[in-house]
């Protein structure tokens, strides 16, 4: 059993991948290569590409770790979220490439342990967690990410949050914040954001606290149903937070996603009754649609422009979740 | 000097008086159809008549016929096509837009303008219905209380119990009140204080309005007429107590159902100039000759050395030979830059001028002060969702820079309203989405999220295809849907401003010192 917190419900090692799927992983790490061989990478990358191969092969092929210490690892030895050639993918970026924000330090100490070499007294990614505690009890680090917590997404810092209290919790440095996250947790409203509402519990159950989640999980799984699956958001319930109104979003739709999808299913094996009976329904109906449909993991469009995909469709995650919605089913355990 | 005519008879010949027309506006694929009718004015050969065909409360409007298009007219096309309205949607027939005639502009001399050239299109009786929107939050802290307390002369009075003040709520007063914001603490008092002073703002606002209309030289008359439009508290934009969220509209009235005829006009000379064809696809514009060999050449070191328009703050740059086909141009405190030695100022130019004037990211008042006072903070940007603005607008920049100086960079603004989008897009990369700065507005940090879009604007805009190495990040807005936005160096701003005033301008004021 491996589990990785960006993909719930996921045993990592029992994914068996559908072809397509399969065939896409293998194109997309052999299209990695040049980049790999010049150090162009980003934490994210290496995450994806080692995840990619324990699905594809059982066992990595590229040596993650050495990419990361050789790229990704600042002068005192802290995580970086890219390297310095990766930082020149965009103009003017030089001088903002060294991050080491939450996500990057959780992507070094979860491969880190994958390769073994790392034990829980060994604990200096923890103590990078703890120097990101901020007094409002969210962890980020102001110095990559100085915005207010007022305009910061939710679904990133309740990520951040989830993140940090995996790794203090594997060295058993959680207890004396435990307190403080759980008030930290409990006083954010529910949000109508799957991911955010997935991290969240992510957290609370790390800290035992499960309790503390809000009452309302229902209306998220409700709402967020799109397509065959489910998205992170709901069109219609799209709002400015400043004005209060609703926006307009007449000729916007949401897309369903592998991911949310499992986010949903995670979100709904703490709910109970009609809610979680109606969702792990489309969890059901959707890792059937991915066995027909591999590969029909749509982009974002915006608005008329509707031949132009606004962003990511196909990733490594997604191909990931989908593959994995897949087995599930077939494992009947959706 | 005349580039060309708005043959509007001849176009209504040809096309049984059926105008149609479509346009990609906010990224939604929209349509105008209106039906026309027309007679030859019996006074006048120059003249037409032309209403809506099934109007039985018959509007007939005269048009002049040809309009002749100088560089002004082309220009207000231009700014048009970036602060006029194109019309909200039709909700009977989806997709199709009914378009009144009304323009988006605040800054005094931009107004003025605009009502010399409506006037010069619509040769009849039109009238104009200026108005100045505003949060009532305005007038809650800062000058709008300070404005109040004028008002009522030292004596505001306290804000009453809600129930005592609007004793009856309609619709819009509970959806209001059932609304949640960060920034308020008490909707009731809030919406008390909006009809306690409703009044009262209106009064200052339209005083407001009409003192600028005046210091620029337009005093209301006839059916003219200055409005207030106030929105409850917080509801227009503003976010604390005292902020603004200001808008200025002028409305063209007496002409309803002209909108897409004018619209019309604006789609056929842009898509001429972009197309760079003597005749628009439908006919109804001509130009003299093929629109890029046609208009004034300006001689830059000749401008720039002699031009009222060529100065700023009382100086002149240094402008000395680079080359057969180059001159090395220099503003005091600036860096030299390599100009090309003629700007034709062509269709292109004069309408991209206007396009400028409304959507580039300068600060309009500081355009029509650089004859006066010296410029602070120039910079020269631009943000559009279409290609064809930006291309048109690069390729004015190319006539007189060299390419690789048009642009310095360029981004991708998204609004807060596709923010969702993006954290799923983010998560797709297995990374949240940090924003930058501490508003949340600066440069995303999330290096794969803006990566991940950068293909959708370079589907969306090809002509960024050229500098697809220049880009730079994804910026989060507080509204408004993904578009991009480039900039140029500040270096350039001396040069170019002048010569879009000038364009704009350059035949009606003599003298730039003559701007309010």
């Known amino acids: ?334 | 000097m005349k580039l060309g005519q708005i043959n509007i008879r001849d176009f209504l010949t040809k096309t049984g008086g059926d105008v149609r027309g479509s346009l990609v506006s906010d990224a939604k694929d929209r349509y105008y159809a209106a039906d026309y009718d027309w007679s030859q004015d019996p006074q006048s050969s120059d003249h037409i008549f032309v209403w809506r065909r099934g109007n039985h409360n018959v509007n007939k409007v005269r048009f002049k016929n040809p309009i002749d298009l100088d560089e002004a007219l082309v220009s207000f096309f231009g700014l048009y096509s970036g602060d006029g309205a194109k019309g909200g949607e039709d909700l009977k027939n989806l997709g199709k837009i009914k378009p009144p005639i009304s323009f988006s502009q605040k800054e005094p001399n931009l107004i003025a303008f605009a009502v010399e050239q409506f006037r010069k299109i619509f040769s009849g009786s039109i009238h104009f219905v200026f108005f100045l929107g505003e949060d009532s939050a305005f007038f809650m802290a800062g000058e709008g209380a300070e404005l109040l307390k004028v008002y009522y002369k030292g004596n505001v009075p306290a804000v009453p119990p809600l129930s005592e003040i609007r004793t009856t709520l309609d619709v819009a007063d509970k959806r209001y009140l059932m609304e949640k914001r960060p920034s308020q603490s008490s909707p009731e008092s809030d919406l008390a204080f909006y009809y306690l002073h409703k009044e009262a703002m209106q009064e200052i606002l339209k005083e407001k309005k009409a003192e600028q209309l005046l210091k620029a030289g337009i005093k209301p008359q006839g059916l003219d007429r200055v409005e207030a439009s106030l929105r409850r508290p917080f509801k227009k934009g503003a976010r604390l107590p005292g902020g603004s969220s200001r808008s200025d509209e002028t409305n063209v009235g007496s002409i309803s159902g002209f909108g897409e005829l004018f619209l019309k006009m604006m789609h056929e000379i842009e898509s001429s100039i972009y197309e760079n064809t003597q005749v628009s696809s439908q006919g109804l514009i001509q130009w003299v000759g093929k629109p890029s060999e046609i208009g004034a050449v300006i001689d830059i070191k000749n401008f720039f050395e002699t031009s009222p328009y060529g100065r700023i703050a009382n100086e002149r740059p240094n402008i000395r030979d680079h080359g057969p086909e180059s001159l090395m141009g220099q503003w005091k405190r600036s860096n030299e830059i390599i100009l090309k030695p003629k700007v034709r100022m062509t269709p292109l130019w004069c309408y991209t001028a206007g396009l400028y004037l409304a959507e580039g990211g300068t600060d309009k008042a500081e355009l029509f002060s650089m004859y006066k006072k010296r410029p602070k903070g120039f910079a020269l940007n631009f943000t559009s969702s279409e290609n064809m603005s930006l291309e048109l607008l690069l390729r004015a920049l190319t006539s007189i820079f060299r390419e690789e100086d048009c642009l310095h960079s360029w981004k991708i603004k998204v609004g807060s309203q596709y923010f969702p989008e993006l954290t799923v897009i983010g998560l797709k990369n297995a990374v949240p989405m940090l924003r930058g700065g501490a508003s949340g507005d600066g440069k995303l940090r999330t290096m794969e999220i803006s990566l991940a879009v950068k293909d959708w604007a370079l589907q969306v805009a090809p002509v960024l295809e050229q500098y697809k190495q220049k880009y730079t990040h994804v910026e989060p807005t507080g509204a408004g849907v993904p578009r991009i936005d480039f900039s140029a160096s500040s270096t350039l701003c001396r040069w170019y401003f002048p010569l879009v005033v000038y364009a704009t301008f350059g035949q009606i004021f003599s003298d730039p010192n003559d701007f309010v």
């Open chain 1, 1 to 334: 059993m491996m589990n990785h917190i960006l993909l719930p419900q996921v045993d990592l090692v029992s994914i068996k991948l559908l072809p397509p799927h399969a065939a896409w992983l293998k194109d997309w790490l052999t299209e990695l290569e040049p980049a790999l061989d010049e150090g162009d990478v980003a934490s994210s990358i290496c995450l994806q590409g080692l995840l990619s191969e324990l699905v594809l092969y059982g066992k990595p092929k590229h040596n993650w770790l050495e990419i990361l210490k050789e790229h990704l690892t600042d002068d005192d030895g802290n995580p970086l979220a890219y390297s310095k050639a990766y930082g020149k993918r965009l103009y003017l970026f030089d001088n903002q490439w060294q991050q080491t924000n939450i996500h990057a330090i959780h992507a070094r100490w979860w491969i880190e342990m994958f390769y073994g070499q790392l034990s829980a007294s060994e604990t200096k990614y923890a103590t990078l967690i703890e120097d990101n505690i901020q007094p409002n009890g969210w962890i980020y680090n102001p110095k990559v990410s100085p915005t207010n917590i007022a305009t910061r997404m939710k679904s990133e810092y309740l990520m951040s949050m989830a993140m940090g209290v995996e790794i203090l919790q594997f060295h058993g440095m959680l207890s004396k914040y435990k307190t403080r996250f759980e008030a930290t947790l409990a006083i954010l409203p529910a949000t109508p954001y799957l991911s955010a509402e997935y991290f969240r519990l992510a957290a609370l159950s790390t800290i035992g606290a499960v309790a503390q989640a809000p009452c309302e999980l229902d209306g998220v799984l409700t709402s967020c149903k799109v397509g065959e699956g489910f998205c992170d958001f709901s069109v219609g319930d799209k709002r400015d937070d400043y004005m209060g109104t609703l926006k307009r979003t007449a000729r916007d739709f949401a897309v369903h996603s592998p991911i949310s999808t499992l986010h949903a299913w995670k979100i709904a094996s703490f709910c109970d009754g009609e809610a979680r009976d109606a969702a792990l329904a489309t969890v059901k109906q959707f890792a059937i649609h991915l066995k027909q449909h591999p590969m029909e993991i749509p982009a974002f469009k915006i608005r008329d422009l509707i031949d132009i995909p606004f962003g990511t469709d196909v990733s490594p995650m997604e191909i990931l979740a989908a593959s994995a919605l897949a087995t599930s089913y077939d494992s009947e355990k959706i």
